[in-house]
């Protein structure tokens, strides 16, 4: 089985120079902050409470028996077989994993052309975008009797996927006749929330109305690919074991102590130095394949949500072992490095100038793809390009970009894929999540919450009258309008 | 005729606080700065020398002719007619700003649904990205015989688009008989670069093959939507006169020399004391509104090729008036905003918690659509949701998302759009030409060229073996290789 790698070379200061690069002295000196880290993080790992309740479970997705994972192996086949249509109706962490996978792991041009599909349904995504334009299109488009709908939101409140699902819901019910609930599942808390509940209450009328899986206690959002992700892959014909064993082929990798045996915490140390000695606090993740996009769009809510944080972490571990992480009054830090997804070769041809020539702000990090599903070769002899493959070009222009950077003094990384398959796709997603929560622990910042997305939400509920909400929110948003300067329109 | 406005309040101290926002005083402090800048770009536009040879011709492409516009408007009605799918080949400002149109002015979906295309035929976009994954699977699904292919490519040389030109061609030449020629236009250099010479050459056995349109001189790759883009615009059935209306109602209003009247020059001017002030060196561009996301990728570009650069700008003038650009070799600034696109309400659950609690090292311009092509309304009346209109609670998003970033003290602005259509859509192109040329002039550094993207194609050409190269470049790359170390690769 083929592995991911990491090359850090250009990292360094013997190649990019001492002001932007990381010293060997550098590094040495963050080991005992790295053994903190990784004593800290493994300690909550085994603690099956704290793994929980701190929200690091999605750690063990990888682990979930064969018995879940046949059974949402099975349903996926079955709904594939009998609908020429599914929609998806999520946001954020419920909707950039399933695009990555869609994108990473099925051909290209899967929606336009049936051969690509493979006898495998139509996918789109919705309810990830309050714009009414793309779902009314949609709808007007397809045949209610012949689609499939998900449903995906923890709490069933996510406004964008709470209404689409009113939306087409309502849709169904018209166009795909009174068991219309047959066509639906819900990924949801098992337990709580008005999604759950609602699902229940169809449950009760009739069985196969309303199904529902689970997204599990302690995984949040942008971790949950391989929990709320794993129908889609189902119904499109991925082996779900396949990108589970990826991840669990990392997940080792990832749980050593020492970083130089330890992709993740590699990653995250020199980023993290980078960001706080050297002030790289862009951090542009450009994968050299157009079908990687938007996995590093994934990414970039990896990133931005989980480091970009206004309060330090204050730690309390109870008596019997039992820990609690709470925002950190004193120590306001607004940290965190600022993603930016790109592609290559395409954005060469828009942001390299800026990331060679523009403030040295940057670390870029590289996917590169060793070995292409097709390849083809440029016909005729009658210059450079005649006779070359266009994958032996894409790896070239790589090592341009990154020969490039390092003669600018800007730091870069390499992650190297063998190939876009199934375990590589979920090596690379486990890869990135251990080294987001590993930046965390530098950072000392709780990488598990995003206390940041409530204001608008809480804004948006006091105009809409929602009823129950906090008088201390509807307080600061009266003594806080928004003020206009009547010549300040042009 | 409806226009597009420019909301700046909250770039302002009185509402983001001083440490954060513009103060009138810094504002008027900049006006000198300001006059100078608005009197140097009015001389070069009115010289016809100096426009085109500095590269500001694009200011004058919403003059071109009626009988120019009216001869693109038949041939792309032509080609629709004639064909079931389009293949543009082109990457950067040959791809960007086309894409842009594509899905900000064609209904959702356009491909996917043949009722959303209105008769027009399917457009790919390829050429692109050397990634040979896409074009092989486009290959493999599309008929040659019913297939036109426009190249786009200044000098011809350009490896992505040279590379997918002779690959497509060969593959129309053995799928659409002898006159394959007729399906190919080229958009290119009126008078050099290869893909000229090469098309004139076909031309002289079969005037109906490899017809062209040329690239405007002083138009560069990234002002050149509306210019290289029109054909696109005619193939999909698009008004073109309607789109260079609304981009010369622009220019109109962005000639003006008092700021408080010129939106282009006010978003220049506040960006610029935001970047140089007070530390604001990322630019999110956000609009609210799916189809206007590859209107932000298109930004992207301009900006980050525009602005991002090593050297400062010495200016020299002839007795004639004659005036050329140099790089100031004594002044490296390394400077630029770096660019981040995203799109509301998508990436509230992405890069927003970054943000609101991160660094506060950012502007975010919001575009704001009043009114969309569709509107639904929530179905029930369960909660606060039902009743609603999805455009309802997409403003009430956009005003949520400004209120909360100016609690944190983050300044942002608005550009407020009427409606997507052909004419504000070419006038929000001509604001942000403007308003890049205008942050170049206060910057003073060259806006259109692009000096940093030739290391790594010279490191490429260098490696294919390409002749005539430069001996310095060669020196250069042999001098500087990539240093690895053994371990540093895990």
Not at 13 to 32: K, Q
Not at 178 to 199: E, F, V, W
Not at 234 to 240: D, F, K, L, S, T
Not at 260 to 265: D, L, V
């Amino acid at each position: 089985m083929q592995g991911i790698n990491f090359d850090f070379n250009n990292m360094f200061s013997f190649n990019v120079g001492p002001r932007h690069g990381v010293t060997y002295l550098e590094l040495s000196r963050m080991s005992a902050a790295i053994d903190k880290a990784h004593r800290h993080l493994s300690s909550i790992i085994k603690n099956d409470h704290n793994r929980v309740s701190l929200g690091l479970e999605w750690v063990n997705l990888s682990f979930q028996d064969r018995k879940t994972v046949n059974k949402i192996q099975l349903l996926g086949r079955e709904i594939s077989r009998k609908f020429k249509n599914i929609i998806f109706l999520g946001i954020g962490g419920s909707f950039l994993g399933l695009k990555a996978a869609q994108d990473a792991l099925l051909a290209p041009y899967y929606n336009e052309f049936s051969a690509q599909r493979e006898g495998h349904p139509k996918i789109y995504f919705e309810g990830n975008n309050l714009d009414p334009d793309t779902l009314a299109a949609l709808m007007r488009n397809l045949d209610p009797a012949k689609t499939f709908v998900v449903v995906i939101s923890k709490s069933g409140e996510t406004t964008e996927t709470k209404a689409a699902f009113k939306i087409v819901e309502e849709w169904l019910k018209k166009g795909a006749g009174k068991n219309y609930g047959r066509q639906i599942i819900a990924i949801t808390d098992p337990q709580s929330g008005s999604l759950r509940r609602y699902a229940q209450e169809k449950q009760k009328k009739d069985v196969l109305s309303f199904r529902s899986l689970p997204l599990l206690k302690g995984v949040g959002g942008r971790f949950s690919e391989l929990n709320i992700g794993l129908l889609h892959l189902a119904i499109v014909g991925v082996n779900i074991r396949e990108v589970l064993d990826g991840a669990k082929a990392m997940y080792k990798r990832c749980s050593r102590p020492g970083i130089f045996k330890n992709p993740a915490y590699m990653y995250a140390a020199l980023q993290n130095i980078l960001y706080r000695k050297k002030g790289k606090t862009i951090a542009i993740i450009m994968p050299f394949s157009e079908t990687l996009k938007s996995t590093a769009d994934w990414y970039v809510q990896l990133l931005a949500e989980s480091l970009g944080k206004k309060y330090g972490r204050r730690i309390r571990v109870s008596s019997d072992g039992r820990e609690t992480w709470e925002q950190d009054p004193g120590r306001i830090v607004n940290t965190g490095r600022t993603p930016v997804s790109a592609r290559g070769t395409n954005d060469l041809h828009s942001i390299q100038q800026n990331n060679i020539e523009g403030r040295n702000d940057k670390t870029v990090t590289f996917i590169k793809v060793q070995n292409f599903q097709a390849d083809i070769k440029i016909p005729g002899d009658d210059d450079v390009l005649g006779g070359r493959k266009l994958s032996e070009l894409m790896h070239l222009a790589q090592e341009a970009t990154a020969w490039a950077l390092v003669i600018s003094s800007r730091p870069n990384c390499t992650v190297i894929m063998p190939q876009v398959t199934p375990f590589c796709w979920g090596q690379l997603l486990f890869f990135f999540e251990m080294a987001t929560a590993f930046e965390g622990e530098l950072l000392n910042v709780n990488a598990f919450d995003q206390p940041g997305v409530e204001s608008y939400k809480n804004y948006m509920y006091y105009k809409l009258g929602k009823p129950g909400l906090n008088a201390g929110i509807a307080h600061s948003i009266k003594s806080h309008p928004l003020r206009k300067k009547k010549k300040l329109i042009i």
